[in-house]
C-alpha cells in the first residue's frame, strides 16, 4: 500500500507557523514583511499564479503589491523600477513573474534583482552560494521538495536520487541540493535530461525519482522501481467533464499505474505545488528577519 505525500496538508503547517512568526515579530515592534511581485502582459497562467501568491501573503499576515506592466514594456523600463524596489526598505522580497515577452531578456532582469531580496532564488549569486552550501535564497520548487521529504522523514542519505529535467528552476538545483553534505542530501544523484539514453534502465534503479520533465504522464509503472517514492513536479491542465471548471490538473507521472507500485508518490494536484508557493513566503520571512540562510 502506498503513502501520498500530502503537499497541502503541510503547506497549511507551515503557512500556520510562518503566521504565527508573523504575529510575534509585530508584537515586538517588527513590520510585516511585504512581497512585492512585478507582473508583464496578462498572460492567464501567470494572472492565476500570482493572485496565489497574493492570497498567501494575506493568509500569513504578509504585505504584497503588484506592479503591472504592459507587454509593451521596455527592459530599460523593467530595470529602472527594480533599481528603485531595490533600494526601498519596506520591500523585503521581490519577484518577477516569468515568462517575460520575448523582447526582454529574462537574465537581464533576474541580475538587476538585488540578490538579498531575490526570493525566488534565480539570481546567479544565490544559484552560486546554494550550489557550494553557502547561506542563499533557494528556489522554491526544489526547496519545496525537500522541505516535503524532510516533514515525511524520508531519508535521503546514501539514496540513489535520479531527477529527469535539468532546467534551472527545478531539475537541476534540486539534484544539487540532494547532493549536498547535510541531512536531506547526502544521496548520490543521477539527473537525466532529454538526451539521456536508455532513461528507463536508469529510472527503475531510482529509489527516488523526481519527475520534472513537463511532458504529461510520461514516467509508467514500467520506469519505476518497487517501494520507490516518487516526486511529480509536472503541472499540465486537460479537458475534464467532471469538474466544474471544465479542466483537472496531471502531473509527468502517470499517477493511477505508478501509485501502486510507490512506498510513497506525491499527487497532482495537492503534492509539490503548494510547497512552493510556501517556499516563497519562507524567503520572504527569511529576508524580513534578515536570516538570509
Ligand atoms: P522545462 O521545460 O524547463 O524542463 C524540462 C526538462 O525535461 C528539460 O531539462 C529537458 O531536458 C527534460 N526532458 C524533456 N523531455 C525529456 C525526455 N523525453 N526525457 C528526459 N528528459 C526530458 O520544465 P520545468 O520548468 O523544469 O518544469 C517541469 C514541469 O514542472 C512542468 O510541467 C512545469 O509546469 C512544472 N512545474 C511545476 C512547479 C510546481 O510548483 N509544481 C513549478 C515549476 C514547474
Known amino acids: 500500500m502506498y503513502n501520498i505525500i500530502d503537499g497541502k496538508r503541510i503547506a ?26 512585478i507582473l508583464v502582459g ?22 504584497s ?27 523585503d522580497g521581490l519577484i518577477v513573474q516569468l515568462p517575460l515577452a520575448k523582447h526582454i531578456s529574462e537574465e537581464n532582469i533576474i541580475e538587476t534583482i538585488e540578490p538579498s531580496k531575490d526570493v525566488d532564488g534565480f539570481h546567479p549569486i544565490n544559484m552560486g552560494r546554494m550550489t557550494i552550501g553557502l547561506p542563499a535564497y533557494v528556489s522554491a ?19 540513489h536520487c535520479v531527477v529527469i529535467g535539468r532546467s534551472n528552476i527545478v531539475g537541476r538545483p ?12 547526502n544521496a548520490t544523484v543521477t539527473l ?5 539514453k536508455n532513461l528507463k534502465e536508469i529510472t527503475k534503479k531510482a529509489d527516488i525519482l523526481i519527475a520534472a520533465i513537463g511532458q504529461k504522464e510520461f514516467v509508467t509503472e514500467d520506469m519505476v522501481k518497487k517501494d520507490a517514492v516518487v516526486i511529480d513536479v509536472g503541472i499540465h491542465r486537460v479537458k475534464s467533464k467532471k469538474t466544474k471548471s471544465g479542466w483537472k490538473l496531471k502531473g509527468d507521472v502517470k499517477f493511477d499505474e505508478v501509485a501502486p507500485k510507490c512506498k510513497y508518490i506525491t499527487p497532482v494536484p495537492g503534492g509539490v505545488g503548494p510547497m ?16 538570509f540562510d
Open 12 to 37: 497549511t503547517i507551515i503557512k500556520r507557523e510562518i503566521a504565527e512568526e508573523v504575529e510575534k515579530n509585530i508584537s515586538c515592534g517588527m513590520k510585516k514583511p511585504h512581497l512585492v511581485t
Open 42 to 63: 496578462n498572460d492567464g497562467a501567470s494572472e492565476t499564479y500570482v493572485s496565489h501568491k497574493i492570497k498567501a501573503c494575506k493568509a500569513v499576515g504578509f504585505s
Open 65 to 91: 503589491s503588484i506592479i503591472r506592466f504592459s507587454d509593451k514594456v521596455t527592459e530599460n523600463e523593467l530595470i529602472i523600477k527594480i533599481k528603485e524596489i531595490n533600494k526601498d526598505k519596506d520591500i
Open 141 to 159: 520548487t526544489p526547496q519545496g521538495i525537500v522541505e516535503l521529504l524532510r516533514r515525511y522523514k524520508i531519508k535521503t542519505s546514501g539514496k
Open 174 to 185: 534540486v539534484s544539487i541540493l540532494l547532493s549536498q553534505k547535510n541531512d536531506y542530501g
Open 192 to 196: 537525466c535530461h532529454s538526451r539521456t
Open 276 to 291: 512552493t508557493i510556501v517556499s516563497l513566503l519562507t524567503n520572504t520571512l527569511k529576508s524580513a528577519t534578515n536570516k
